[in-house]
């Protein structure tokens, strides 16, 4: 069992397009990362959030953290095909050692030009 | 300021031969973390130390496997004895804090 749920594994789209990719656990955690992670190389961070009910703006992605720290939802607006890659939502669940980073199974984004 | 540097970013053994795995963490950063990432599946803690310590070895398993960061010099896993359930990417992390920043992987085939 996972304990971060990903979803979708899996989105193919148009260049333009918006999505969504949500991080659901049943675990409260004290903060999550979202990570993009090209082929052949290492995850590289994107943003890092703390506070239940928090909002990041990157760009053209925006993260959410659910209020009670349980999820989170990563939005991009007019995706476009340099988007294409890996995004992992990770964190370290309330009650464990705080380096020791927990992920998800990952989705996989294609956008076709 | 460099990122996280990792070496070599490839290594081929033959079963039963030992692999060493090097991370050097970016500067500043005194916590050192490593992941597996085996084919189809996704990254697994294994371990975190800090500056001649261990902290949090859970995701380390039993037999084969060990993992130092000394005083001076790179953080080093190794693993004896490999076998090819082995073959993976190792990924280490360092941080100041809260965040973690990744090497690029040392992807390991074993023979």
């Known amino acids: 069992t996972q304990l971060l749920e990903q979803s979708p594994q899996f989105l193919s789209i148009q260049e333009g397009e918006n999505l969504t990719v949500y991080c659901n656990s049943s675990s409260v955690f004290s903060s999550l990362q979202w990570y993009r992670q090209e082929p052949g190389e290492g995850p590289v961070l994107l943003v890092t959030v703390v506070t239940g009910g928090e909002v990041k703006k990157l760009k053209r992605l925006t993260f959410q953290f659910g209020d009670a720290r349980k999820d989170s939802s990563l939005h991009i607006t007019a995706a476009q095909p340099g988007d294409t890659g890996l995004y992992l939502c990770?964190?370290?669940?309330?009650?464990?050692?705080?380096?020791?980073?927990?992920f998800g199974q990952g989705t996989i984004l294609t956008v076709h030009p | 300021n460099a990122g996280v540097m990792q070496n070599p970013r490839h290594l081929v053994r033959r079963r039963g031969q030992e692999a060493r795995l090097r991370c050097s963490p970016m500067k500043g950063h005194s916590h050192v973390y490593w992941y597996r990432q085996l084919p189809e599946e996704g990254l697994k803690f294994m371990v975190y130390l800090q500056k001649e310590n261990i902290i949090d070895e859970s995701g380390m398993p039993k037999e084969r496997f060990s993992a130092e960061f000394p005083k001076e010099g790179p953080s080093i896993l190794r693993i004896q004895q490999v076998v090819r359930g082995d073959s993976a990417a190792y990924f280490c992390?360092?941080?100041?804090?809260?965040?973690?920043?990744f090497g690029p992987g040392t992807r390991l085939t074993v023979t």
């Open positions: 990770a964190g370290a669940p309330r009650g464990t050692s705080y380096g020791k980073l927990t």
């Open positions: 992390a360092s941080s100041g804090g809260l965040e973690q920043y």
